[in-house]
């Protein structure tokens, strides 16, 4: 499904309605962590028994979904003081004695199987999905979120658990594909992910067509161009008017705008990736200015291509931004990258490079492109040299 056409929305009711049809489990899983607990957040809505089953190494992390995480609904089982003591003792000590050590794994492993069976879906990161505690389950449907992010091998793991007949993948193959850092393997074909193969083997998806993320303006060039002009809009320009803003948009009714500066790129501090110090600044005066009229911080996204951009624009606003630090703060800064999948009501976009040979770097991939173009809801600020 195209950018706001709510792929996890409609996950979920998938989800659902399997469990309700089949009266088996359900696994879902995603890449990453962040998808999952998206979609788990949505499923458990639906009224379904959900466990989120997390890696060990993250179970100290905070989560949104914290109260649908395996290890802590645990303790919250009735009759488990004794495992209760000792984990507070654990986490006290750093560490128990050997028989303690052996207590305490059982009534661990005891209270994770009684959850688990009980349980209507599970919800994991694709790779977790081999963890031995699921191998004594069975499950006759796995779906699959932003398996388009996924590499194939990734996906193969779900696809071993006992008793899978059913496979459902969504994704979008225009957006970002999988992340693989040997170019090598890359250029093998680790990047094309199983949604891709099976689309370009002539299988054909479904297609979501209606998208309820943008201004009508700023869904018609990402339809255009990367979906043959068949997104439609399931809200209106009055919808998302910014008509009454106090804002200069050159066109208060086409909300959005390229913000040309004149400015040099230049290696960031690892040597490795690009900033703009010319951008950033034309990027804080327009988030100042937004904070002025009173938009919330929270509602507002700066993305750019690079790491060194990401890193500098925070940089930037702690040093010189005009308001309260603590607004900044609020505003989330990111990469591209790790906004696919995620909206915000108005989105500043940090183009970055400008040199002579004219060239655009990350976003000459038009996956990438078109994920920069379809996060915000109300308006959009090119920012470029």
């Known amino acids: 499904g195209p950018p ?8 979920a009711s998938i989800v659902y309605h399997l469990s309700q049809i089949h009266q088996k489990k359900v696994l879902v899983v995603a890449p990453s962590n962040t998808a999952v607990d998206q979609l788990c957040e949505k499923i458990s ?19 949104p979904v914290s109260h649908l995480m395996l290890h802590l609904q645990a303790l919250q089982l009735p009759g488990q003081e004794r495992l209760k003591a000792l984990q507070q003792l654990r986490d006290e000590t750093g560490e128990l004695s050997a028989q303690d050590e052996k207590l305490f794994k059982r009534l661990k492993d005891d209270c994770h199987y009684k959850l688990l069976a009980a349980a209507d879906v599970i919800c994991c990161t694709c790779v977790t999905a081999s963890d031995r505690r699921l191998q004594r389950f069975q499950f006759h449907s796995v779906l699959i979120d932003e398996s388009t992010q996924s590499t194939e091998p990734e996906c193969i793991v779900p696809l071993t658990a006992h008793g899978v007949s059913q496979v459902v993948l969504v994704g979008d193959h225009c957006q970002l594909g999988p992340v693989v850092a040997c170019k090598a393997a890359a250029s093998a074909g680790l990047n094309q992910s199983l949604f891709e193969r099976l689309v370009f083997m002539g299988i054909r998806p479904i297609r979501l067509q209606v998208q309820y ?11 255009n161009v990367f979906y043959e002009g068949t997104l439609q809009n399931g809200v209106t320009a009055e919808e998302r008017s910014v008509a ?8 208060p009714h086409r909300p959005m705008f390229f913000y040309c500066v004149h400015g040099q790129e230049e290696i960031s501090g690892n040597g490795v990736s690009y900033l703009n110090r010319t951008e950033a600044a034309a990027v804080e005066k327009i988030v100042t200015r937004l904070l002025k009229i009173g938009v919330r911080p929270e509602t507002l996204g700066v993305i750019t291509p690079y790491e060194g951009q990401r890193a500098f624009l925070i940089h930037y606003f702690h040093q010189f931004g005009l308001l309260n630090v603590k607004l900044y703060q609020e505003v989330e800064v990111a990469s591209v990258d790790a906004f696919q999948g995620r909206e915000k009501d108005f989105v500043i976009l940090s183009c970055v490079r400008a040199n002579e040979n004219q060239g655009i770097g990350f976003l000459n991939d038009p996956r990438r492109l078109n994920v920069a173009l379809t996060r915000a809801k109300f308006g959009l600020i090119v920012v470029s040299c």
Request: proline share 9%.
């Open 213 to 223: 993320r943008m201004h009508p303006c700023l869904s018609a060039f990402p339809s």
């Open 4 to 11: 706001g056409t709510g792929k996890t929305v409609t996950s």
């Open 45 to 63: 809505r639906t009224g379904l028994k959900v466990v989120r089953l997390c890696a060990k190494s993250r179970e100290a992390l905070a989560s």
């Open 244 to 251: 009454q803003m106090n804002f200069p948009w050159p066109n």
